[in-house]
């Protein structure tokens, strides 16, 4: 790798607290105030934001370069409050957007979950409308390729979400096969909400 990355997820929000049964709807286009209670994207909780700037005290010391942010709310929330510390305007980037669960956005993870026969079959199927892992691992792999060949020696820091940043923790660590990132799902190079990790 030419750069050195930082791999950041995102504060919480009430889909790991109150809706953490439920699975985000995506696009956030979609989102109405009938279907989040409150109005509005999917915003971080006070627990979130506090999250956030504990890892910007971390990241002073970092000497980041660049941000990449995924350009979802709670993203965008995320990469606003280090960007005001840090002062470097962020790059919001559709490719590290989460992965879009298609008919089943806004519905229970448990639905979701049922449609696969095991986790390995997330990578070849998909849900209707929606993307499956291999589809993931191929838009951040893409992603990864753009910044490696523009930039070198930089310091980057990249805010997404749970599986975009596992697979990209992967790539960057030289996973190659479904086995070896089943490895490591729920591991070390899958971060929780506000988690800094470096792969």
Known sequence: MNNKYFLLRHGQTIYQTKKKDILYPWPEKT????????????????E????????VEKLKK???????????????????????????????DKRLRDLDMGIFSGGLKENYKNFFTS????????????ENWQDVKKRLFDFLKDIEKKYKNKNILIISHGDPL?????IIRGLKT?????KEKYGRFYPNVGQLIIP
């Not at 989102?31 to 909780?45: A, H, I, N």
């Not at 000497?63 to 510390?85: E, P």
């Not at 079959?121 to 409308?129: A, I, V």
């Not at 479904?178 to 089943?182: A, D, G, M, P, V």
Request: glycine share 10%; no cysteine; aromatic share 12%.
């Open 62 to 92: 970092e000497n980041i370069d660049l941000i990449f942010s995924s350009d979802f709310f709670r993203t965008r929330q995320t990469a606003g409050i280090i960007s005001k510390v840090i002062r470097i305007k962020p790059i919001f």
């Open 119 to 130: 986790r390995k079959q997330r990578f070849f199927k998909r849900p209707p409308k929606g």
């Open 178 to 182: 479904e086995k070896e990132f089943l």
């Open 166 to 170: 596992w697979f990209l923790a992967g």
């Open 31 to 46: 989102f109405t105030r009938r279907s989040l209670g409150e109005g509005g994207p999917v915003v971080l909780t006070k």
């Open 48 to 55: 979130g934001e506090k999250q956030i700037k504990e890892v």
